[in-house]
């Protein structure tokens, strides 16, 4: 396993820090802490990282093209104008919220806001995956997959003719061909599949590889995935195969992403949240985001269209 050099963004460590996303026109790095109900960003020139309270969890962000940011909150998918501004409530989606909410997701080529969701109590394989286009005036959601516990590794391929979807608990990555015109997903497939967590696992067991979370693709269509407490972020071929892994300042990495201007410069937010006093020990940066520099750039970031 690779070890590279990274650095962390800003000073502080999340809960639990997920979809990141490199905002080209601003410079800036956007994240969110689900379990600290906080949006984040950070400007590439300056050294303060600014906070906005939210109402309720924010599972995923993505950039407008209009300006401002959709944001998933537990309770429906909002529109943000300006930072700090008010919230505008698009939608709210077709889910029990008391023990369902938003978790990761992105925009497609078209503009499109793809939310997966979580099943937080793990007993009914609730967790489903959504599309929200508003291209047209008055919101169409669509359910897209579903029977799934954590929704997580939402990801295209460079030619947006494969989608890729991770269950994260049960250590598989899905993947779809994917009409992007029509919105249609059709020949699932099993891309990648990890081996489970050993029972009685604890992070000195180095063994356990991890399981999937959140996810990026590189301009040679590469898959890169977070793997959760596994301590690393995997780069797999479009082919499955694994090219490289790197290991990470903190057991639980939660999502890559690319950005600077060359867009080689790899972000990866991390979870602190539910670990161990042992573990928090060994890595004290648990929960923060870290950077490093890659030798593939990455895809830019898609904006949402309204």
């Known amino acids: 396993m690779k070890k590279p050099i990274w650095s962390t963004v800003g000073t502080d460590t999340y809960a639990l820090a997920e979809s990141p996303f490199w905002h080209p026109q601003e410079q800036r790095l956007y994240w969110v802490d689900i379990s600290g109900k906080k949006l984040l960003r950070m400007h590439a020139s300056q050294s303060g990282v600014e906070a906005w309270d939210m109402p309720s969890e924010p599972g995923c962000i993505a950039p407008a093209a209009k300006g401002g940011l959709v944001v998933a909150l537990r309770d429906g998918v909002y529109r943000a104008r300006s930072?700090?501004?008010?919230?505008?409530?698009?939608?709210?989606?077709?889910?029990?919220?008391?023990?369902?909410r938003a978790n990761d997701g992105k925009c497609d080529a078209l503009g499109r806001f793809w939310i997966g969701t979580i099943d937080e109590p793990k007993a009914g394989r609730a967790a489903e995956l959504f599309s929200l286009d508003c291209r047209s005036g008055a919101p169409l959601v669509t359910r897209q997959a579903g029977d799934a516990l954590t929704a997580n590794g939402l990801a295209w391929s460079p030619s947006n003719q494969v989608l890729y979807?991770?269950?994260?608990?049960?250590?598989?990555?899905?993947?779809w061909d994917f009409d992007v015109q029509v919105n249609a997903l059709s020949a699932h497939r099993t891309h990648l599949?990890?081996?489970?967590?050993?029972?009685?696992?604890?992070?000195?067991?180095?063994?356990?590889?991890?399981?999937?979370?959140?996810?990026?693709?590189?301009?040679?269509?590469?898959?890169?995935?977070?793997?959760?407490?596994?301590?690393?972020?995997c780069q797999f071929a479009p082919d499955g195969s694994l090219l490289q892994e790197l290991e990470t300042p903190a057991q639980c990495p939660t999502m890559p992403c690319f950005g600077g201007q060359d867009?080689?410069?790899?972000?990866?937010?991390?979870?602190?949240?539910?670990?161990?006093?042992?573990?928090?020990?060994?890595?004290?940066?648990?929960?923060?985001?870290?950077?490093?520099?890659?030798?593939?750039?990455?895809?830019?970031?898609?904006?949402?269209?309204?």
Request: hydrophobic letters at 40%.
């Open 165 to 175: 979807w991770a269950d994260t608990p049960s250590h598989v990555v899905h993947a």
């Open 263 to 306: 867009l080689q410069t790899l972000y990866v937010t991390s979870a602190g949240h539910g670990r161990s006093a042992a573990e928090l020990v060994q890595f004290p940066a648990s929960g923060a985001v870290f950077a490093t520099r890659v030798e593939v750039p990455g895809l830019p970031v898609n904006a949402f269209a309204d």
């Open 83 to 100: 930072w700090g501004g008010s919230l505008e409530r698009i939608v709210q989606l077709p889910y029990d919220t008391s023990c369902i």
């Open 193 to 233: 599949q990890f081996a489970p967590k050993p029972q009685g696992w604890t992070f000195e067991d180095t063994s356990y590889q991890g399981r999937p979370d959140g996810a990026a693709v590189d301009v040679q269509g590469n898959y890169w995935v977070a793997m959760y407490e596994g301590r690393r972020v």
